[in-house]
């Protein structure tokens, strides 16, 4: 059996090294973003990303909500297999300057 992979739970089967992941309240849907491409993930947060969420919240990171889009997003290093909050803005820059690179510095 594989390795649990947080990219595939959340509905993100590309290839790209970085992925992103956020809650997008107009369609009430998991959202990614690679290097090359976005799409939606799957319906809500599972639960064991919910909790994260609401933890993440309470820590003063958004990462959206079925009323207000979040100013975080999870970034996603799939090669080492680490994750970190991240600014969104700041965290999509980096994918648009680079598909193969180290993990940002961006408040992770």
């Given at each position: ?50 909790t994260l ?28 297999q680490q ?26």
């Amino acid at each position: 059996m594989g390795a649990f992979r947080i990219e595939q739970e959340l509905g993100y089967f590309g290839h790209d090294r970085f992925v992103l992941f956020y809650y997008e309240p107009r369609m009430h849907e998991v959202m990614w973003r690679d290097s090359r491409s976005s799409g939606s993930g799957r319906n809500g947060w599972p639960p064991s990303f919910a909790t994260l969420a609401a933890k993440a919240q309470s820590h003063g990171i958004s990462l959206g909500s079925d009323t207000e889009s979040g100013d975080h997003v999870l970034l996603v290093d799939r090669v080492d297999q680490q994750a970190c909050f991240a600014y969104r803005e700041e965290a999509q820059e980096f994918l648009a300057r680079r598909a193969d690179a180290e993990m940002p510095n961006v408040g992770c």
